[in-house]
């Protein structure tokens, strides 16, 4: 059973800057995996703002950004607002198996 | 605009059925892979099944394979999912995605006795 990791929670400072990452139990995370970035805010639903490690959407806000790093997908997000405060998802794809969310990563701005 | 409008939730008993629709409009359906992800209260994304574009591809994960129907109709711009012998770990709020941007609001479903 494939198990996709992410910090359990992280604190950043309004205007701050901190990574989120997200690794798998199968090895290192590469862009072969197709790393989804998922943000969700309390009571709203789902909305995806990175795909394919580091594209946007047009609603994605420009301090969002995807790379790989050190082996995992990381989210980065500079210049932290109060509305950054959410769960942040990553979802990885498995060739010949179901893609896998990770456990999800919550964010306070504080 | 885009909208993807799922219904069909509800509270059913261990064991008994029901079938998740979604509607969806605003993009092109008939060339989307189209998934369904559930959220169990207070807990994670899980990823559920996916349905390639033409119907022939169809994937799930393993605690619903078996029970759990994935299928679309292109002409009419709808998913559904056929959900069998439910169980209480099956209580989730069930989304209609195209994963890569767009998300329903999604359909609470309930299984308790």
């Known amino acids: 059973q494939t198990v996709v990791t992410q910090e359990p929670s992280l604190t950043v400072s309004p205007g701050g800057t901190v990574t989120l990452t997200c690794g798998s139990s199968t090895g290192a995370v590469t862009s072969g995996h197709f790393p989804y970035w998922v943000q969700q805010k309390p009571g709203q639903a789902p909305r995806t703002l990175i795909y394919?490690?580091?594209n946007k959407h047009s609603w994605t806000p420009a301090r969002f950004s995807g790379s790989l790093l050190g082996g995992k997908a990381a989210l980065t997000l500079s210049g932290a607002q109060p509305e950054d405060e959410a769960e942040y998802y990553c979802?990885?794809?498995?060739?010949?198996?179901?893609?896998?969310f990770g456990g999800g990563t919550k964010l306070t701005v504080l | 605009e885009v909208q993807l409008v799922e219904s069909g939730g509800g509270l059913v008993q261990p064991g008994g059925s029901l079938r998740l629709s979604c509607a969806v409009s605003g993009f092109t359906f008939s060339n989307s892979r189209m998934t369904w992800v559930r959220q169990a209260p207070g807990k994670g994304l899980e990823w559920v099944a996916n349905l390639k574009e033409d119907g022939t591809e169809k994937s799930y994960v393993d605690s619903v394979r078996g029970r759990f129907t994935i299928s679309r109709d292109n002409a009419k711009n709808s998913l559904y999912l056929q959900m069998n012998t439910l169980r209480v770990e099956d209580t989730a709020v069930y989304y209609c995605t195209r994963i890569h941007d767009y998300w329903g609001q999604g359909t609470l479903v309930t299984v308790s006795s």
């Open positions: 979802l990885l794809s498995y060739t010949g198996a179901r893609p896998v």
């Open positions: 394919n490690t580091g």
